[in-house]
Every structure is written in structure tokens, then in C-alpha cells.
């Protein structure tokens, strides 16, 4: 009667402790499958972790020392569990965990290990009739202890993962060597490099067939699925975004794209936390243009000092575009902004123009533009098909997207990501509009030390321009706040939201007749308070 009674408690428990397992996956998967990232994870996270409610149970524990109260002990447990699985956190998450092959192994492995111990705990009560603290003890502590199962797993997995992921690469590897009229350019950069593919994709497809990497996938994996899974005879041009958070992440991909082309957009603060100096990104951004080949072709940003820190590598040939900077190979002159795009010149070094006229916002896509210019031109793009292909840029999504709230509201949708350098620009460009100025922003992350100061300024500068402040995060927000009290913000001219969706109605509240609104950022699930 014992085991049966337990056996029930045994299905509301799994129940609960899956929906917690599921959710350590979702946010390991967030944290890139890393190990070392999703313990920091877990450490700046405890309260989520390590809920108060998930050791109520440990109630069951106590009880269970009294011989007499087994039966209550093994109630309580089915009734707490029941419980916990009736009030489970089922909240909308932004980024869904994504269920690939890897997830599914992964899945699979924790399940096992779960299973192994909690099984093997229910054999010993059954077989040895040993004390049921130590069953009961068990469960709830591996129910407690969801994440570190989890992490477990990923360990247990990582050699499996390894060899995999290498053998797709080397196929990825096998199909671009074999694809002899293929150009691949590789494309990275601390911040810009999604928006350059995108519209170096509109410029090229004017010209050919063009393959690019979808999404955000610009890791090895991501650029290994997209060459095995869409890469065909036919495509002339493979465009691959290349991102990084830590040194040799750009290199890994270069391995696998042997791309003949690199644009580095510019270089910055970007993920500062997991690259720990700007060095280190400087170093590690120029591991696509030091793996070039002796014909290919670097395109670097000549006005970012950071991308002009030294020569590459290799023996390609350097073209360089800007806007200031001398001896330009690109040179953007005649910049125009309205409400509705932007609209400039391309001089090149023999003298020759392509007039740029597109529906983007800012200085900063000024440059984008221009590097996805300068690589179509050299790539054999005639000029009037480049200049007829700029009319048909669109923005990226939640890239500067200008969008129709309502009669009286205009969204300067930001809230992909965010970055010193481009969120300063987002908000210089929401200071030239027209309109009631608001900002709703978490700030940014990934900063590492400079965090904090970083942020403050962002808080500042938010002051000389906006006419209301919508922060999401009371403690996200700090740095933001001190910042706006160090330039005397006026405090009802600012509102702490406690989501993105607080945030919103605050701002249907507020808006005046004719508003603008800047969402700079948006922070994934991992970053919720």
C-alpha cells in the first residue's frame, strides 16, 4: 500500500520536476550550452534556481522520521507536488527553447540520469525495506536540484556533441571545396554585422543568387546547418555573419565558411564579460580577416579606431570605406536623413559615384550600407543595379524598425540588442524626429565591468534627449537611473516598469498627440527579474 501510494506521489512529482528540467534546458540552450556561462547563470540567479517553494517538501522529510507517520509523509508529498504543478510558472517566454536534434539528446540523457537515481532510491526502500528519509530525500533533492541535473547532462554529452558537431563541419567543409563558383564573405563586427548581411543580400540578389545565413545563426552549428541544409549548385554568393563572445569563436567559423571576402562593420564594448578586454575582441573580430586568402579582399570601417588598430594578417588586399578618415577606397559624402530613410553618395577612389537611397535610420546604418556597397562593387555588381537594389533595402527586424503603433504613436523598434555605440546613435536619431520623445529601455548587457558606467552614460544622454524615461527593471536599471538623477532628470518625467509589457501600457498612457518612441533593447528570458 506503502509503494502504491509513493507510485502516485511519483507521477505529480515528475510532472513538476520535468517542467523545471525543461526550463534549466531552455535557459542552458540561452547560455549557448556552456557550462562555465550557465553556472554564472545559475550563481546570479539563485532565486529562481533555488525557489522557496521547492523545499516545502522537505516537510515530507521530517515527518517521515516518525515511524508511525509514513502514510502522512507520502500524503503530504502527493499533495505538495500536485500542488507545485498546479501553480508552475507558465509564463510567455520572448526566445522559446528551441527543440533541435541536440535539445532531444540532451533531454534524453537528463531523463536517464533522473530516472537512474530517483529508480534506483524507490529499488533499495522496496527490496531492503531501508527507511523512506532517505527515498523522500532523494526526490525532493533532485527536484531542487533540476539545474545541476541538467548541467550534469550537458557534461555527459559534451563528447557525443564534439564529435557531431565535427563531423557536420567537415561535411560543411567538403561541400564549400566542391562548389568551385562559390564566393563566400564573411561579415562580422561588434554590432551591425546582422543589418550589412541583410542588405549586402538585397545588393548581391540584384546580380545573382544569394545564399545567407538566416537568423542569427553565426556560430559554427548555425553556419554548418545553414551550408548542409540550403547551400545549392545554383548560388552564386554565400554570405555568413560571424559572431563571437570569446576568443577564437570567429576563427572556428572561418574554418568552415573558408570564406574569400571579410567585412569587419566596426569594433566596440560588445559582450565585454565573456571577452574580458577590448583587446581580446580587437583580436578576436580579426581572426576573419587574418584567415583570408592572398587573392581575397578586407573591408574595414577606416573612422572606427578599433578596426584600424592593425593590418590584417594576411595578404588579402585591404579596401577601406568611411565617412572621414583620408584615402578612402568608399567614401560616403552627401548624407541626408529624414523621417523616411537616407539618401548619400558613394565616391570611389577612381572618382566614380552610385547614389544610396534607402528606408534606414541613422549614421550607423550610413556605414553599414556603405561596407555592403563597397564588397557588391568589387564583388562585379554594376553601379545602377546597386543604386536601383538600395531603394528595396528594408530594416531588419527590431533593427531601428520604424513602425505604426497608432494615429498619434511612431515605435523606433531597437530592441534586438544593444550597444554603447549603437544605442547612442538609436537615441541621436530619436532626437532628430519630430514629436514627443520616449525611451523604454532595460539598458545593456554583457558589459562586464564597464557595466555600470556604460549604462550610466546611456542614462545621461537618454536625459539631454528624451522627454519621458521607461525603464524595465527596477535593479537592470540602476546605472540608468543614476544617471538620469546625475543630470537632474525630472523624476516624474520617469517610470520603472517591471516587464516590457508594464512598459507599454505606461507608454499608451503617457503619449501625446504626435509621440515617437525608441524601444532600445529587449532582454532575453535569462535576464528577467
Known amino acids: 500500500m506503502l509503494s502504491f501510494l509513493f507510485l502516485i506521489g511519483v507521477v505529480f512529482w515528475g510532472l513538476y520536476t520535468w517542467s523545471r ?57 502527493i499533495g505538495l507536488y500536485l500542488i507545485l504543478y498546479l501553480v508552475r510558472e507558465t509564463g510567455k517566454e520572448k526566445k522559446k527553447l528551441v527543440v533541435t536534434a541536440r535539445v532531444k539528446r540532451l533531454m534524453a540523457t537528463v531523463c536517464i540520469l533522473t ?4 529508480g534506483l532510491s524507490f529499488y533499495f526502500e522496496l527490496i531492503y525495506q531501508v527507511a523512506l528519509v532517505p527515498l523522500l530525500l532523494t526526490y525532493v533533492a533532485l527536484n531542487i536540484l533540476s539545474y545541476y541535473v541538467v ?33 563566400v564573405i564573411g561579415i562580422t563586427g561588434s554590432y551591425g554585422k546582422t543589418s550589412v548581411k541583410h542588405i549586402l543580400n538585397t545588393l548581391l540578389s540584384s546580380h545573382s543568387n544569394v545564399l545567407m545565413t538566416p ?59 565573456t571577452f574580458g578586454s577590448l583587446d581580446t575582441i580587437k583580436k ?57 530613410g537616407t539618401s548619400f553618395t558613394v565616391v570611389k577612389k577612381d572618382g566614380t559615384t552610385i547614389n544610396i537611397q534607402a528606408k534606414l535610420l541613422g549614421q550607423h546604418n550610413v556605414y553599414n550600407i556603405l561596407s555592403a556597397v ?29 513602425k505604426k503603433h497608432s494615429s498619434n504613436i511612431t515605435i523606433i523598434d531597437d530592441a534586438f540588442n544593444s550597444n554603447p555605440v ?20 532595460p539598458g545593456m548587457i554583457e558589459l562586464g565591468p564597464e557595466e555600470y558606467n556604460l549604462n550610466k552614460k546611456l542614462g545621461q544622454h537618454a536625459a539631454k534627449v528624451c522627454d519621458y524615461v521607461i525603464l524595465v527593471g527596477k535593479k537592470q536599471t540602476i546605472p540608468l537611473q543614476d544617471g538620469l538623477n546625475e543630470e537632474q532628470y525630472p523624476e516624474e518625467q520617469t517610470y520603472i516598469a517591471r516587464n516590457l509589457d508594464e512598459a507599454i501600457m505606461k507608454m499608451n498612457e503617457i503619449t501625446k498627440e504626435k509621440t515617437v518612441v525608441l524601444i532600445e533593447n529587449d532582454l532575453p528570458d535569462t535576464f528577467n527579474e
Open 21 to 77: 528540467l525543461r526550463k534549466a534546458i531552455h535557459m542552458l540552450q540561452q547560455n549557448g550550452y556552456r557550462n562555465e556561462r550557465f553556472q554564472k547563470w545559475i550563481k546570479e540567479n539563485r532565486k529562481k534556481v533555488f525557489r522557496k517553494r521547492d523545499f516545502i517538501p522537505l516537510l515530507t522529510v521530517l515527518i517521515a522520521f516518525i515511524d508511525f507517520l509514513d502514510n502522512v509523509a507520502i500524503l503530504l508529498f
Open 115 to 118: 530516472v537512474l537515481v530517483a
Open 151 to 183: 548541467m550534469a547532462g550537458n557534461t555527459i554529452n559534451l563528447p557525443i556533441e564534439k564529435s557531431i558537431a565535427q563531423g557536420y563541419a567537415n561535411d560543411a567543409k567538403r561541400i564549400i571545396k566542391q562548389s568551385q563558383d562559390l564566393e
Open 215 to 273: 537568423e542569427s545563426y553565426n556560430t559554427p552549428m548555425g553556419v554548418t546547418i545553414t551550408i548542409r541544409t540550403m547551400l545549392r549548385p545554383f548560388h552564386k554568393y554565400f554570405i555568413a555573419e560571424m559572431g563571437a563572445k570569446q576568443e577564437y569563436d570567429i576563427k572556428d567559423v572561418c574554418d568552415i565558411a573558408q570564406q574569400k571576402y571579410g567585412i569587419i562593420t566596426a569594433i566596440g564594448e560588445q559582450h565585454l564579460e
Open 284 to 340: 578576436t573580430k580579426f581572426e576573419l580577416v587574418d584567415s583570408l586568402p592572398d587573392d581575397g579582399i578586407a573591408f574595414l570601417n577606416k573612422d572606427d579606431e578599433n578596426s584600424m588598430w592593425r593590418a590584417p594578417k594576411s595578404k588579402a588586399r585591404v579596401v577601406y570605406y568611411g565617412i572621414h578618415a583620408d584615402d578612402l577606397d568608399y567614401r560616403a559624402e552627401n548624407i541626408t536623413f529624414t523621417s523616411k
Open 374 to 402: 563597397a564588397a557588391a562593387s568589387e564583388l562585379g555588381v554594376p553601379a545602377k543595379k546597386i543604386e536601383v537594389a538600395s531603394k528595396k533595402i528594408a530594416p531588419v527586424p527590431h533593427r531601428m524598425e520604424i
Open 422 to 441: 549603437g544605442s547612442k546613435m538609436a537615441l541621436d536619431v530619436l532626437g532628430q524626429m519630430d514629436g514627443y520623445k520616449v525611451l523604454i529601455t
